[in-house]
């Protein structure tokens, strides 16, 4: 990806796309500098890197009344942790994509007369800022069991996790509709012999999920994810990131 002007950036709290009621939304990511400077730091500051921290703030214009709008899901997720995912450039499947779990901080809304009604809020991490690639768009409707496309994201080190977040958008149908949605890996791109690596609680309702594997290393180099949807005429929207870190 080269130099470009931020025109389509997407933003995913829990289970809501804040997108179109976003004109500003930045990523912020950094580590502690520990001082260890002593009497053989050769006169020069010698620092160590602490502890981790992440943050995304975003801003728009306010809507309220029905739980997918800006409102509604602030309060609904204020002081709650969920997992936020954020695209500089389009959520289709192999964007880049940036994902955290993180806490819903503060939240701001009003201006003076005259004024678009604007908002404003912040996420800070509770765990580490994720940098990967949407696994499925916000936008198509699943209303049967299938499988995603193929991600090429590398080996899993020793030591690192594979990250997973899922924002369920809507829900429609009767009797219960239930989307179970699983990640799964394979050493190549058809997915001859699939292995499930995470799987996430069985949703009927829109909201969001992260999981993340146990720090174990994972030869596989390729992923995608999974689902089953059950009840009757059920239909759900619903989008997914991955990463490695």
Not at 84 to 91: N, Q, R
Not at 143 to 149: I, K, N, P, S, V
Not at 170 to 194: H, I, R
Request: aromatic share 8%; hydrophobic share 40%; proline share 5%.
């Amino acid at each position: 990806m080269g130099k470009f002007v931020l025109v389509d950036a997407r933003l995913f709290a829990p289970g809501a796309d804040l997108s179109g009621a976003s004109n500003k939304i930045e990523l912020t990511s950094e580590i502690e500098d520990k001082d260890a400077t002593n009497y053989r730091s050769n006169g020069w500051k010698e620092v160590l890197g602490g502890l981790g921290s992440a943050e995304i703030s975003a801003e728009g214009q306010w809507e309220a009344g029905d739980p997918s709008r800006v409102d509604d899901a602030s309060w609904a997720t204020l002081g709650g942790v969920g997992p936020y995912t954020v695209c500089p450039a389009d959520s289709i499947v192999g964007a880049l994509a940036y994902l955290v779990q993180g806490m819903r901080a503060n939240y701001k809304a009003g201006d003076a007369v005259g004024e678009i009604a604007p908002w404003s809020g912040t996420v800070k991490s509770s765990w580490p800022l994720v940098r990967g690639q949407i696994a499925h768009p916000p936008g198509l409707a699943r209303t049967a069991d299938g499988t995603g496309t193929a991600l090429t994201l590398g080996a899993v080190p020793a030591g690192k996790r594979l990250y997973a977040a899922l924002h369920v958008l809507s829900v429609a149908g009767t009797a219960t509709p239930s989307l179970t949605v699983t990640v799964e890996s394979d050493a190549a791109a058809d997915f001859a012999a699939p292995v499930t690596r995470a799987a996430f609680t069985a949703a009927g309702t829109p909201g969001g999920q992260a999981v993340r594997t146990d720090g174990l290393a994972i030869t596989d180099t390729h992923y995608r994810i999974a689902w089953k949807v059950t009840g009757t005429s059920p239909s759900f929207m619903f989008a997914v990131s991955l990463g490695i870190r």
